[in-house]
């Protein structure tokens, strides 16, 4: 296995570890309290994933019938697939934000602002690092590490999308 695809592996097993300890810590911390959306927030969550779902599959189809005998020209297969993962996420995100389903009942925008924030600029500094030092094309193409540039991106939108609607809330109930 190659160096990079270890380091993937590895940057992916650490990245949940760090997401179970956050999400163990927050369940210890609030108790009863932890992760508690309403009735409604829960039908938008169920149609959130509802459409990033869909999109997911319908994108994977068409990837798939589009490049079953070669990868495409402009990238390896691995970003195709994550562009897809991406494109999902930020489908599945933003109709849980615009339909108030995106925040648990007792969490701060701030938290969220935070760690949406944090991913996606980290994510973004590390896709910087790989066209800085040459690494985010791969025999002409977008390779492995243009991973990190979707997930930033995707981020980044869902934090902008997040602030415009904490915004237009704001201003709504004054």
Not at 63 to 72: D, T, V
């Given at each position: 296995?190659?160096?990079?695809?270890?380091?993937?592996?590895?940057?992916?097993?650490?990245?949940?570890f760090?997401?179970?300890?956050?999400?163990?810590?927050?369940?210890?911390?609030?108790e009863?309290?932890w992760?508690?959306?309403?009735?409604?927030?829960?039908?938008?969550?169920?149609?959130?994933?509802?459409?990033?779902?869909?999109?997911?599959?319908?994108?994977?189809?068409?990837?798939?019938?589009?490049?079953?005998?070669?990868?495409?020209?402009?990238?390896?297969?691995?970003?195709?697939?994550?562009l897809?993962?991406?494109i999902?996420?930020?489908?599945?995100?933003?109709?849980?934000?615009?339909?108030?389903?995106?925040?648990?009942?007792?969490?701060?925008?701030?938290?969220?602002?935070?760690?949406?924030?944090?991913?996606?600029?980290?994510?973004?500094?590390a896709?910087?690092?790989?066209?800085?030092?040459?690494?985010?094309?791969?025999n002409?193409?977008?390779?492995?590490?243009?991973?990190?540039?979707?997930?930033?991106?995707?981020?980044?939108?869902?934090?902008?999308?997040?602030?415009?609607?904490?915004?237009?809330d704001?201003?709504?109930?004054?």
């Amino acid at each position: 296995m190659e160096e990079r695809n270890i380091a993937f592996i590895i940057g992916m097993v650490v990245g949940g570890f760090v997401l179970a300890v956050v999400a163990l810590i927050q369940k210890v911390k609030k108790e009863k309290a932890w992760c508690e959306y309403d009735e409604r927030q829960l039908q938008a969550r169920g149609k959130a994933f509802q459409y990033g779902f869909v999109v997911l599959l319908f994108y994977d189809v068409f990837y798939a019938a589009l490049f079953a005998e070669n990868e495409p020209s402009w990238c390896n297969n691995m970003f195709g697939i994550f562009l897809g993962v991406g494109i999902a996420l930020v489908i599945m995100g933003g109709y849980a934000i615009w339909n108030d389903a995106f925040m648990q009942l007792n969490q701060t925008p701030l938290a969220v602002y935070l760690i949406f924030g944090g991913v996606g600029g980290m994510n973004l500094i590390a896709a910087i690092g790989h066209i800085w030092t040459g690494e985010f094309l791969e025999n002409g193409k977008i390779g492995d590490s243009g991973i990190n540039l979707v997930l930033g991106v995707t981020m980044l939108i869902l934090t902008i999308t997040f602030a415009v609607k904490n915004h237009l809330d704001k201003r709504e109930e004054e």
